[in-house]
């Protein structure tokens, strides 16, 4: 089945600093991908949907300056999480859809951010 | 707006029982219903969708649900418990137009018992 990849798998990082978390579709082209967050214990919050080669759209209460997502091409995303503080220590995990149409999102195993 | 409502947030069963986790939409258009699962400190997977076909989706891992229209439901069951489904169990709907998202439930997590 269609694989999707997050890179870093865990980050810790100082406050005030900024990290930058990739999304990958290994086999297939995703036209469309998605960033959530995820609390513990909580269900996951879709914070942004990107689509290649435009600007994301981003849900209501999520900081677009804070939280930039860079969709460059057909197998990458991108979410670069802007001077970072405690607050926004969290569990980011990616999703991809394919290009055909299909109902089906491929998640990403997830990235674990750690702010001091 | 559509969305989707959990019942129970945490399920425990012994291991060989029946599992049963509950989930109810809210769509006044038929909906697209999924059920994914999650192990610790990973992704989402997807276990089974539903698009309007056949009322009963089977799914991987011998998960299945039935949807049922007049009790606006999606539960999802499996005749035995492993030690192995012990994980969070979220219940998603699909929502919007050709820009789709999906909308998930708070999650239910599954315990087995030995």
């Known amino acids: 089945g269609a694989v999707v990849s997050q890179h870093p798998s865990w980050v810790i990082c100082k406050s005030g600093t900024s990290v930058k978390i990739e999304c990958r579709s290994l086999?297939?082209?995703?036209?469309?991908m998605f960033w959530y967050r995820q609390f513990p214990k909580q269900s996951l919050m879709l914070m942004a949907t990107?689509?290649?080669?435009?600007?994301?759209?981003?849900e209501q209460g999520v900081e677009k300056d804070k939280f930039l997502i860079n969709h460059a091409s057909l197998t990458l995303s991108t979410l670069t999480v802007t001077s970072a503080h405690p607050e926004d220590s969290s569990f980011y995990i990616c999703?991809?859809?394919?290009?055909?149409?299909?109902?089906?999102?491929?998640f990403g195993p997830g990235t674990r951010l750690t702010v001091l | 707006a559509q969305s989707v409502t959990q019942l129970g947030s945490h399920v425990s069963v012994s291991e060989g029982a029946l599992v049963l986790l509950r989930c109810n939409y809210s769509?006044?258009?038929?909906?697209?219903l999924f059920w994914y699962v999650q192990y610790p400190n990973q992704g989402l997977q997807l276990l089974l969708k539903?698009?309007?076909?056949?009322?009963l989706v089977k799914g991987i891992n011998g998960f299945e649900a039935e949807f049922k229209k007049s009790e606006t439901s999606f539960h999802l069951t499996k005749p035995s418990a492993h030690m192995s489904d012990a994980a969070e169990y979220f219940c998603?709907?699909?929502?919007?137009?050709?820009?789709?998202?999906?909308?998930f439930g708070k999650g239910t997590l599954l315990t087995v018992n030995p």
């Open positions: 769509s006044s258009v038929p909906p697209y």
């Open positions: 086999d297939f082209q995703a036209t469309t």
């Open positions: 999703s991809a859809r394919t290009s055909g149409g299909s109902d089906t999102q491929y």
């Open positions: 998603a709907v699909r929502t919007g137009g050709s820009n789709y998202k999906l909308t």
């Open positions: 539903y698009t309007s076909a056949a009322t």
């Open positions: 990107s689509n290649e080669g435009s600007k994301a759209t981003y």
